[in-house]
């Protein structure tokens, strides 16, 4: 069964705003989870621009499943093994960037990563590695020991809302996936997916987890967030 991951930093994006407490991500990441998401994603970024401490924290103290993402430094790991999430997704992270452009430059800091991988490894938290889709990648992965890979979905996403030929992005995507559940690693996929990309990149059997953020939220304000993720997991799950 494919899993929904939901990721809430938008929510705290839209509080931040007019400062205050509302909208809460404690309380919207519980409503995830009973609205049928499998775990709930944050990322704490370096420069707190939406998700903070405090959010971690008091998420961390429930019994929802977190998916922390964090940037591959030895303060973010830190955080990480105190707070203890069931999983972390290591990410790439520029203060100046919109949202996460890329991935992991895993040949450029092998070493680092993998150092962070083990410690993870050790508290028996669940790591995945958020890269681009090349088999590159994917080979390095496995040399770090990590438990799973998040495919960055942003160029598919985009080719697929302007209407063009995504045919060998999609391609490529499935055949990084293949390859990486036959050194078995997980597969996971993320960024920039709506309704059609989500349908179409669902059709790779490898994909175990979507983990879909903006989208959801900014669609969450017409239809509401119970029919966003019910519509969601209709097209993952089927």
Known sequence: MKRLGVNIDHVATLRNAR??????PIVVAKEVIKFGADSVTIHLREDRRHIND?????IS????????EIACNYEMLKIALKNNPKF??????KRKEVTTEGGLN??????????????????????SLFIDPTLKDIFYSKKINANCVEIHTGKISNLIKMKKNYLS??????????YAVSLGIEVHAGHGMDYKTTKILSKIN???EFNIGHFIIGESISIGLKNVIKKINKIIKK
């Open 19 to 24: 400062g205050g407490s509302h909208p809460n």
């Open 54 to 58: 405090i959010d971690l924290k008091k």
């Open 61 to 68: 103290r429930t019994k929802i499943p977190i998916n922390l």
């Open 88 to 93: 972390v997704c290591l990410v790439p992270e």
């Open 106 to 127: 895993l040949s450029k800091y092998n070493k680092k990563i993998k150092y962070i991988v083990e410690k993870l490894n050790k508290k028996k938290i669940r790591t």
């Open 169 to 178: 992005e999609f391609k490529k995507i499935k055949k990084c996936a293949k």
């Open 206 to 208: 490898e994909i175990k």
